[in-house]
Each structure stands twice: as structure tokens, then as C-alpha cells.
């Protein structure tokens, strides 16, 4: 069975940085495809990061482009999201998804939390101004 489990989660002022970690058991991810998401009150869940092919491959949700990093530790079986210079308007519970085998065309679905096997609960992230 598979599970994710996010950690790193806190407060912190405008500015200020923080990791997540989204760690895996029952699935490899070094074979798979992996991808966090935040959800904040009253506004649409969004996509954050992906990460693909073992990590070698990752994208980016425009708001965070050049503040945030993801990537995984094969290893440790560990995704992790290293997020800087950060922004009231980033205050979101954050959780990690998990796919399972071929990422093949994740231009189309990574955005899509329904494409994804598996799932965290979360952490949340909250930023002061």
C-alpha cells in the first residue's frame, strides 16, 4: 500500500523559506511521477511542482517559478520542495501526489490531482506579511 507523508510545514514571515518533504513507502519514485500540490481557503487547488524520470525532469506552476525547487532524494525514497522568498499569497496546505509507473504525456494531466494514485494529507505552510 502506498503512502505519503508530508513534513516541514510551518510559519514563517514574507521572505523566509521552508522545505517539505513528501516521504514514500510501498512505491519506488524513482519509477514514477510525482508532483506537489496546495490548496488555500476559498481558492482552487492548484498544481505547485513535478518531477519525473527519477528526477530529472520538473516543471513549475508560474507563481513559483525561481522561488521554489523541487526535487528527490531516490535513496530516501523522499520528495522534497525547497520553497524561498516566500509570499502571503503561498499560504496553502500542501501536499504531495504520486503516480505510479509511465509518466507519458504529463504535459496534459500533471495539473490534475485525479491523474495521480496517491496522495498526503498535507502540511501547512502559512505566511505573514
Known amino acids: 500500500q502506498v503512502q505519503l507523508v508530508e513534513s516541514g510545514g510551518g510559519a514563517v514571515q514574507a521572505g523566509g523559506s521552508l522545505r517539505l518533504a513528501c516521504i514514500a513507502s510501498?512505491?519506488?519514485?524513482?519509477?514514477?511521477?510525482l508532483a506537489w500540490f496546495r490548496q488555500a481557503p476559498l481558492k482552487e487547488r492548484e498544481g505547485v511542482a513535478f518531477i519525473r524520470d527519477g528526477g530529472s525532469g520538473t516543471v513549475y506552476t508560474d507563481s513559483v517559478k525561481g522561488r521554489f525547487t523541487v526535487s528527490q532524494d531516490n535513496v530516501a525514497n523522499t520528495m522534497y520542495l525547497q520553497m524561498n522568498s516566500l509570499k502571503p499569497e503561498d499560504t496553502a496546505m500542501y501536499f504531495c501526489a504520486a503516480k505510479a509507473g509511465s509518466c507519458q504525456q504529463w504535459q496534459f494531466w500533471w495539473r490534475k490531482l485525479n491523474a495521480y494514485t496517491s496522495r498526503g494529507r498535507g502540511t501547512q505552510v502559512t505566511v505573514s506579511s
Open positions: 510501498g512505491f519506488s519514485i524513482s519509477t514514477g511521477c
